[in-house]
T-cell receptor, first 115, second 112 residues
Framework: DGGITQSPKYLFRKEGQNVTLSCEQN?????MYWYRQDPGQGLRLIYY???????QKGDIAEGYSVSREKKESFPLTVTSAQKNPTAFYLC??????????????FGQGTRLTVV | GENVGLHLPTLSVQEGDNSIINCAYS??????FIWYKQESGKGPQFIID?????DKRQGQRVTVLLNKTVKHLSLQIAATQPGDSAVYFC???????????FGAGTQVVVTP
């Protein structure tokens, strides 16, 4: 089945630790995104990547880092610098064709809790 | 600014009735809009999209209307079913390559 796989589904982190969330897609999509969702709120963009080895900050990039070494993978690291990391994290991917926008497909999310 | 702790607007609909969910967008340069459905604890699912050169688009039981003059988007769901209970988000693109910006969402509750 083609799709986007996020792991783990649930993640617990101690304060001061870095954690990495995995996102893999087999849709052959160029663009990948990371969003954060807090209870009762919409999605906010953390980082996005249009092509391999390139990525851009979104609206709330502070305290996060990403890499895009392979087209299929876009891992997100939540660093100790992120002051309030407890949230639901969603990864998405989309085709990119110049001059035409297309829908983004989402994974099932990772719920991160700081303990 | 950030609306921390803001409760989602809720639309309560009786089963079998039609639902209308509204969304206002702010960027007049946005040229592509998507409606997503999100069930509790899951990722958003694509429902329907519309480009700025269109006013209306229909899918299975859903219709999206776009009014560029007042920067307003709506999603109509016909004959609402219990499985339609979810949070619905509108999203718009900023920039030419499809970075999405999401609205706050509307909680739809279908009552028997």
């Amino acid at each position: 089945d083609g799709g986007i796989t996020q792991s783990p589904k649930y993640l617990f982190r101690k304060e001061g630790q870095n954690v990495t969330l995995s996102c893999e897609q087999n849709l052959n999509h160029d663009a990948m995104y990371w969003y954060r969702q807090d209870p009762g709120q919409g999605l906010r963009l953390i980082y996005y990547s249009q092509i391999v080895n390139d990525f851009q900050k979104g609206d709330i990039a502070e305290g996060y880092s990403v890499s895009r070494e392979k087209k299929e993978s876009f891992p997100l690291t939540v660093t100790s610098a992120q002051k309030n990391p407890t949230a639901f994290y969603l990864c998405a991917s989309s085709i990119w064709a110049q001059g035409m926008n297309t829908e983004a497909f989402f994974g099932q999310g990772t719920r991160l809790t700081v303990v | 600014g950030e609306n921390v702790g803001l409760h989602l607007p809720t639309l309560s609909v009786q089963e079998g009735d039609n639902s209308i969910i509204n969304c206002a967008y702010s960027n007049s340069a946005s040229d592509y809009f998507i409606w997503y459905k999100q069930e509790s604890g899951k990722g958003p699912q694509f429902i329907i999209d519309i480009r700025s050169n269109m006013d209306k688009r229909q899918g299975q039981r859903v219709t999206v209307l776009l009014n560029k003059t007042v920067k307003h988007l709506s999603l109509q769901i016909a004959a609402t079913q219990p499985g339609d209970s979810a949070v619905y988000f509108c999203a718009e693109t900023q920039g030419s390559w499809g970075k999405l910006q999401f609205g706050a969402g509307t909680q739809v509750v279908v009552t028997p």
